[in-house]
C-alpha cells in the first residue's frame, strides 16, 4: 500500500484544496492529511487564519478523501509523521516548490500544480473589507507598524499624515499610500488611527479622532494623567469605538505564556518582580529636546507591565529617584509596594542598564534575559540549580503582528482574553502621573 502526506491550514476550504487533495489521494493508495494546529500558524506568523482547528478538521474530513487526519503541532513534525507512518511520498502545491526538498531523504516529495486564481487568502478579504488604518507621525515605529500590517489580512494602512513633508514623502515612496494635509483629514479618510506621537499630544489626537468615528491604536504611554484616560475612555465607550495601548510586549507568544505560567503558580506565590528597560537612541541629541521622550516619559508602560499583569491590584506606595540635565529626565529607579508584595523598576534613556526581568517566587523565579519586552526564552529556576527548565519560542517579523491582531480583534468585537485593559491602563498611568507631576527625589545628571 502506497502512503501519502499532505499538510495545510485548510482555512476556508476552496475549491483549490479539494483539487489538491484529490491529486495527492490519486498519488497512491492512502492519503494522510496534517492540518495546523491554532498554535502552530501563530508562531509561523500566519495570523490571519478565520476558522478554528475543529472546524478546519471538520471540513476535511466532511470532503470524504483523506484516509486520516492528523495535527501538525510543530516545526520539524514532518520528518517524524514521515517515519511514523510509513509514508511513502510527500506532497503540497506547487507554491511551495523547493521548500520541502529536504524531505527527500525519507521520502519521495511531489509538488502538484497549485489551482490558480483562489486562496484562503483571496477569501478572506472577499469576505471582509479591510479595516483601513491611518498612520499619524512618521518615525522607526511607523515604518515597522506599514510592514507588519500586511502580515495580518483585514488591516490595511492606506494614509499618513506627518507635519514635516519631506520626511512623509520619503516615508510614502513605492506605498502607494494616501498623504493629508492635516490630522483631521487623515482621520476622515480611515476607520482607525495609528498614533505615533509622544505622551503630551495624546489626549487632544485621541478625542479629535474618536469624535471623528476612528478607533484608536496609540504608541505607549498612551496618557498624562488618570483624569484624561477616564475621559478618552468615557468617549470611546459612548461611541463604541476601540481605544487601545500599543503595547506590543505583552502580545508576545512567550510573554502570553511566561504570565499563564506564573498565575498557575509554578513559582509559588510571587513577592518581588524586578524589571529593567533602556534605550539608548541612535540621535540622543535630538531626542534630549522633548522631555516627554524620557526615561519613564517613554517607557512607563512598558517596565510597569509584568507588574500590573501580575499583581492585578492598587500600588500602594511608590517611590522614584530621578536622574536628570535640564527637564529631561535619562534614569529613573522606583521602588513599588503591593499588598505583600514588592518590585523595583530601572528606567534610562541615554543609559544603559541590562533589561531583564526576574519575577521572584516562593517556590523559585523566573529569569527573563534582555531586552526582556522582545523575548523569545526564559528560564524558571528553583533552589536546586541543576534544575532549570528552559522555554523558547518563535515570533515572526518584529513581532508587532500580534499587536496589530488583537487590535483587529477587539474592532472586530471577539477580544481574545489578554488584552492591556482600561484598569492595566488607569494603573500604569497613575504612576506616570507621580512622576510628571514632580514626586520624586531629583538628582542632577
Ligand atoms: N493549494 C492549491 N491551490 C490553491 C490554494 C492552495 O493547490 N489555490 C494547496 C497548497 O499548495 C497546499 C494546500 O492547498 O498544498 C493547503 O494550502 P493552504 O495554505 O491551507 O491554502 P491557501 O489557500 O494557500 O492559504 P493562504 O492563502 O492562507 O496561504
Given at each position: ?79 517524524s ?39 484562503s ?17 512618521i ?23 506627518d ?14 499610500l ?19 506621537t ?22 505607549p ?75 519613564l ?47 523595583s ?36 529556576r ?64
Amino acid at each position: 500500500m502506497k502512503k501519502v502526506i499532505t499538510y495545510g491550514t485548510y482555512d476556508l476550504l476552496h475549491h483549490g484544496h479539494v483539487a489538491l487533495l484529490k491529486r495527492a489521494k490519486a498519488l497512491g493508495d492512502y492519503l494522510i492529511v496534517g492540518v495546523t494546529a491554532d498554535g502552530f500558524d501563530k508562531e509561523r506568523g500566519k495570523l490571519n487564519v478565520s476558522q478554528s482547528l475543529a472546524e478546519r478538521i471538520e471540513n476535511v474530513r466532511q470532503l470524504g478523501i483523506a484516509d486520516q487526519i492528523i495535527v501538525e503541532e510543530y516545526e520539524g513534525q514532518k520528518i517524524s509523521d514521515i517515519q511514523k507512518y510509513a509514508v511513502d511520498i510527500f506532497t503540497v502545491g506547487s507554491d511551495w516548490v523547493g521548500k520541502f526538498d529536504y524531505l527527500s531523504e525519507y521520502c519521495q516529495v511531489v509538488y502538484l500544480p497549485r489551482t490558480r486564481g483562489i486562496s484562503s487568502t483571496v477569501l478572506r478579504a472577499s469576505n471582509k473589507p479591510a479595516v483601513k488604518v491611518g498612520i499619524l507621525g512618521i518615525g522607526n515605529a511607523a515604518e515597522r507598524f506599514f510592514s507588519e500590517c500586511k502580515a495580518v489580512s483585514g488591516m490595511e494602512v492606506t494614509a499618513v499624515c506627518d507635519p514635516d513633508a519631506q520626511n512623509m514623502n520619503k516615508f510614502c515612496r513605492g506605498k502607494g499610500l494616501e498623504r493629508t494635509e492635516t490630522a483631521e483629514d487623515l482621520y476622515a479618510a480611515c476607520d482607525a488611527v495609528f498614533l505615533n506621537t509622544p505622551v503630551n499630544e495624546h489626549y487632544e489626537q485621541i478625542m479629535a479622532a474618536l469624535d471623528a468615528g476612528c478607533h484608536v491604536i496609540c504608541n505607549p504611554p498612551m496618557f498624562l494623567t488618570v483624569a484624561e484616560a477616564n475621559r478618552c475612555y468615557e468617549r470611546a465607550d459612548e461611541l463604541g469605538l476601540v481605544l487601545f495601548e500599543g503595547l506590543k510586549t505583552l502580545y508576545f507568544p512567550a510573554f502570553e505564556h511566561m504570565l499563564l505560567l506564573v498565575k498557575s503558580g509554578v513559582i509559588g506565590a510571587v513577592k518581588d518582580i524586578d524589571v529593567s528597560c533602556s534605550q539608548i537612541p541612535e540621535h540622543m541629541e535630538q531626542v534630549e529636546t522633548n522631555k516627554y521622550l524620557g526615561s519613564l516619559y517613554d517607557w512607563c508602560s512598558d517596565v510597569l507591565l509584568p507588574i500590573i499583569k501580575l499583581y492585578e491590584s492598587e500600588c500602594l506606595d511608590c517611590q522614584l529617584i530621578d536622574f536628570q540635565k535640564g527637564d529631561f529626565s535619562y534614569f529613573t529607579r522606583g521602588l513599588l509596594r503591593y499588598q505583600n508584595a514588592t518590585a523595583s523598576i530601572k528606567v534610562g534613556k541615554g543609559i544603559k542598564v541590562e533589561g531583564e526581568l526576574i519575577i521572584t517566587g516562593t517556590k523559585g523565579y523566573l529569569y527573563v534575559p534582555a531586552p526582556w519586552w522582545r523575548t523569545e526564552y526564559f528560564e524558571i529556576r528553583s533552589e536546586d540549580l541543576r534544575n532549570v527548565k528552559k522555554y523558547f519560542y518563535n515570533y515572526e517579523g518584529e513581532g508587532l503582528r500580534y499587536m496589530i491582531y488583537s487590535f483587529l480583534h477587539a474592532i472586530n468585537g471577539t477580544e481574545r482574553s489578554l488584552v492591556h485593559t482600561r484598569q492595566d491602563v488607569l494603573r500604569s498611568t497613575a504612576i506616570l502621573e507621580k512622576f510628571h507631576r514632580g514626586e520624586y527625589t531629583g538628582i542632577e545628571m
